[in-house]
């Protein structure tokens, strides 16, 4: 790799931490130094690629010793696909570091005095434990040794399985895939196969051609299972392969396809079809049965959702007579999984479609005391709406990585619940708007969830009571 004008090659540096968004740190001539991929111990060669004022960001261009922390990956794809970038961290070490990432997020960015922060919630199972996952169908493999040698070209570059990270046209061909039980390796590769065999066209990410597009997989604890294939026109032989599967696979709770014409892979405004079987799974948490669709959103880790609904309900601590709202409430899990503790529990979300979910999950368990409303949470979180519907006496909020917008945040401190329980799947903006709400709330809780072993992500649920 060569050496970019003006960018410095840092030699025998030794990294020091793991921070925000999982980038490793150095430290050269008392500037911070942010490294993708290294491990505290590691003493490398970086290549700066670029450079601030405060910081720079650079690549690893050589190792000279690796760190005594790392441990041996155990997926054939690690390094290469976008998933499970901290196998080589030991799993304690993982744990270590994001309960790390919670602390420094409320101290440096919050600047709030808060609690002894609780233990981690470590996930079992490490390995398996996604009951979703979305594989990519490619005429752009990633090559490895010897495809990539031009004067040995592989028999073709078709491939079904993640994106390398940063190449929006580029997938890896994945065979065994550690994130998602059974029948998903199967099934994945089974349509792979049938694909090649039938000589199916691979879609083009550079040009938006080619036939199979995306492969969906949905699981459930319940040992439910839904696949759903995206095509990009409508052709006999997608009712070939769809008819393929279903005989392959007669176990299927749900199969379905859906044709998708547009550059962008998003399903939310297609129309899916239910080619056999139900046109929805379930999942249970508890005594509750929540229906997945298609289209809805459900926690990604089943097994630790169930852990992080229990904390938020633990610290939202209901005794049975509080209007209680639930900002952000997607398909309602956390508001129909609490509703058994509350007087009434209002929920808002800007997807229609999870709005319908929300309602349908409420009947199927008989829930009565829950009202969902669709709409912008900064519209529809107004003085008018809670004059109609109470002032809340908790409110939990549970915000895309990007936080509350501002005019929430106001309007929280406007109506003044004796508690807030924010969830959060990004430490940095929970910590910004904990900062905001800090004129009248104190935090008093904190406890950090793992979702998503071997990746840098982490769930967070804070308490916040009333000054």
Same mark, same amino acid.
């Given at each position: 790799?060569?050496?970019?004008?003006?960018?410095?090659?840092?030699?025998?540096?030794?990294?020091?931490?793991?921070?925000?968004?999982?980038?490793?740190?150095?430290?050269?001539?008392?500037?911070?130094?942010?490294?993708?991929?290294?491990?505290?111990?590691?003493?490398?060669?970086?290549?700066?690629?670029?450079?601030?004022?405060?910081?720079?960001?650079?690549?690893?261009?050589?190792?000279?010793?690796?760190?005594?922390?790392?441990?041996?990956?155990?997926?054939?794809?690690?390094?290469?696909?976008?998933?499970?970038?901290?196998?080589?961290?030991?799993?304690?070490?993982?744990?270590?570091?994001?309960?790390?990432?919670?602390?420094?997020?409320?101290?440096?960015?919050?600047?709030?005095?808060?609690?002894?922060?609780?233990?981690?919630?470590?996930?079992?199972?490490?390995?398996?434990?996604?009951?979703?996952?979305?594989?990519?169908?490619?005429?752009?493999?990633?090559?490895?040794?010897?495809?990539?040698?031009?004067?040995?070209?592989?028999?073709?570059?078709?491939?079904?399985?993640?994106?390398?990270?940063?190449?929006?046209?580029?997938?890896?061909?994945?065979?065994?895939?550690?994130?998602?039980?059974?029948?998903?390796?199967?099934?994945? %590769? #089974? @349509?792979?196969?049938?694909?090649?065999?039938?000589? !199916?066209?691979?879609? +083009?990410?550079? *040009?938006?051609? =080619?036939?199979?597009?995306?492969?969906?997989?949905?699981?459930?604890?319940?040992?439910?299972?839904?696949?759903?294939?995206?095509?990009?026109?409508?052709?006999?032989?997608?009712?070939?392969?769809?008819?393929?599967?279903?005989?392959?696979?007669?176990?299927?709770?749900?199969? %379905? #396809? @859906?044709?998708?014409?547009?550059?962008?892979?998003? !399903?939310?405004?297609? +129309?899916?079809? *239910?080619?056999? =079987?139900?046109?929805?799974?379930?999942?249970?948490?508890?005594?509750?049965?929540?229906?997945?669709?298609?289209?809805?959103?459900?926690?990604?880790?089943?097994?630790?959702?169930?852990?992080?609904?229990?904390?938020?309900?633990?610290?939202?601590?209901?005794?049975?007579?509080?209007?209680?709202?639930?900002?952000?409430?997607?398909?309602?899990?956390?508001?129909?999984?609490?509703?058994?503790?509350?007087?009434?529990?209002?929920?808002?979300?800007?997807?229609?479609?999870?709005?319908?979910?929300?309602?349908?999950?409420?009947?199927?368990?008989?829930?009565?005391?829950?009202?969902?409303?669709?709409?912008?949470?900064?519209?529809?979180?107004?003085?008018?709406?809670?004059?109609?519907?109470?002032?809340?006496?908790?409110?939990?909020?549970?915000?895309?990585?990007?936080?509350?917008?501002?005019?929430?945040?106001?309007?929280?401190?406007?109506?003044?619940?004796?508690?807030?329980?924010?969830?959060?799947?990004?430490?940095?903006?929970?910590?910004?708007?904990?900062?905001?709400?800090?004129?009248?709330?104190?935090?008093?809780?904190?406890?950090?969830?793992?979702?998503?072993?071997?990746?840098?992500?982490?769930?967070?649920?804070?308490?916040?009571?009333?000054?």
């Amino acid at each position: 790799m060569g050496r970019r004008k003006n960018l410095p090659l840092l030699e025998e540096v030794t990294i020091e931490n793991i921070g925000a968004e999982g980038k490793s740190i150095a430290r050269v001539d008392n500037i911070v130094v942010f490294v993708k991929d290294a491990l505290p111990g590691d003493l490398v060669d970086l290549q700066v690629f670029r450079k601030k004022g405060r910081y720079m960001e650079a690549r690893v261009v050589k190792y000279h010793r690796y760190s005594d922390q790392r441990v041996e990956p155990f997926c054939d794809h690690f390094g290469i696909c976008g998933g499970c970038k901290w196998q080589h961290l030991p799993y304690d070490r993982q744990l270590f570091y994001k309960e790390q990432q919670v602390v420094d997020a409320f101290r440096h960015i919050a600047g709030v005095e808060i609690p002894e922060t609780m233990p981690i919630m470590a996930s079992d199972p490490i390995t398996k434990y996604r009951n979703k996952l979305e594989y990519t169908f490619s005429n752009h493999r990633w090559l490895l040794e010897p495809e990539a040698d031009p004067s040995n070209p592989p028999e073709h570059t078709n491939a079904l399985g993640l994106h390398v990270p940063g190449r929006f046209d580029k997938v890896v061909d994945i065979h065994t895939c550690h994130l998602q039980g059974e029948p998903t390796n199967e099934l994945r %590769n #089974y @349509v792979r196969e049938t694909a090649l065999k039938d000589k !199916l066209t691979f879609y +083009d990410h550079r *040009t938006n051609e =080619g036939l199979l597009r995306n492969l969906i997989i949905r699981i459930s604890t319940l040992g439910e299972v839904m696949a759903i294939l995206s095509v990009q026109y409508d052709v006999p032989e997608v009712y070939t392969l769809m008819d393929a599967i279903k005989e392959k696979f007669p176990g299927l709770t749900s199969l %379905n #396809y @859906v044709i998708n014409p547009k550059k962008n892979e998003s !399903l939310y405004d297609q +129309d899916i079809v *239910t080619w056999s =079987g139900r046109d929805h799974i379930f999942e249970q948490l508890e005594k509750l049965r929540f229906k997945i669709g298609p289209k809805s959103f459900f926690q990604t880790n089943s097994f630790q959702a169930l852990r992080l609904y229990q904390t938020a309900r633990e610290f939202a601590d209901l005794k049975g007579n509080e209007v209680l709202f639930d900002l952000y409430t997607g398909t309602g899990t956390i508001a129909n999984f609490m509703a058994d503790r509350a007087k009434s529990v209002i929920g808002i979300e800007s997807v229609p479609e999870s709005i319908e979910d929300a309602r349908v999950n409420a009947e199927i368990n008989g829930i009565v005391n829950t009202k969902f409303f669709a709409g912008d949470m900064r519209d529809i979180f107004s003085d008018s709406f809670i004059a109609e519907n109470g002032r809340p006496d908790v409110i939990i909020t549970d915000p895309p990585r990007a936080g509350m917008h501002n005019k929430v945040v106001d309007q929280i401190l406007k109506v003044a619940p004796s508690r807030i329980v924010y969830v959060s799947c990004n430490p940095a903006t929970q910590a910004r708007d904990v900062e905001l709400l800090g004129s009248s709330y104190a935090v008093t809780r904190i406890q950090p969830v793992d979702m998503f072993p071997h990746t840098h992500h982490v769930e967070n649920v804070a308490l916040l009571e009333a000054r």
